[in-house]
């Protein structure tokens, strides 16, 4: 499991060991699909985002085993929910049941949110790891970042 301490360097993403167990549980079984949700909490653009909740969506993708995608209805409900209770959206995870916890191509040419963290949940090998998704000049990329639990 990844529970750097962090660095002073760049983007750190704080997750409370409760939030990250909950999400493996469910990862696991979703198993074979890929789950998704969204992080609630306090959001820092380009420093340390601190996870307060997280709000589990259901997996509409065409093929779910392999890609994950959340109703943009639902997610527009868990936005105002998540916005009522006085949190920020802080970003969103999925699940690889067979893959790195690293962001895919399809991850890559579907992230929309510049500055928010994408957490990537691995169960082959078991590993969680997270990321930023950085916009310049027109272009995206993904950075990793610290992932620090408490």
Known sequence: MTDD????????????????DRILE??????PEEICGIFGGEYDPDG??????QYPAPNVA???????????EAQLELFERL?????????F????????PRPSATDEAQATW????????????????????????GAGRFEQE???LE
């Not at 469910?26 to 198993?31: H, L, P, S, T």
């Not at 065409?62 to 943009?72: G, K, Q």
């Not at 916005?83 to 970003?91: H, K, M, N, T």
């Not at 995870?93 to 790195?100: A, E, L, N, V």
């Open 5 to 20: 301490p962090g660095s002073e360097s760049g983007p750190e993403l704080v997750v409370p060991t409760e939030i990250r």
């Open 114 to 137: 510049p500055g928010r963290s994408y957490l990537i949940v691995s169960l082959e090998p078991l590993e969680v790891g997270s990321w930023r998704w950085r916009e310049e000049e």
């Open 83 to 91: 916005e009522s209770d006085g949190e920020e959206i802080v970003g």
């Open 26 to 31: 469910r990862a696991r079984d979703g198993v």
């Open 62 to 72: 065409e093929t779910p085993r392999t890609r994950y995608r959340i109703d943009p």
């Open 146 to 148: 610290c992932l620090v």
């Open 93 to 100: 995870y999925h699940s690889h049941p067979r893959g790195p």
């Open 48 to 53: 340390r985002s601190r996870v307060r909740s």
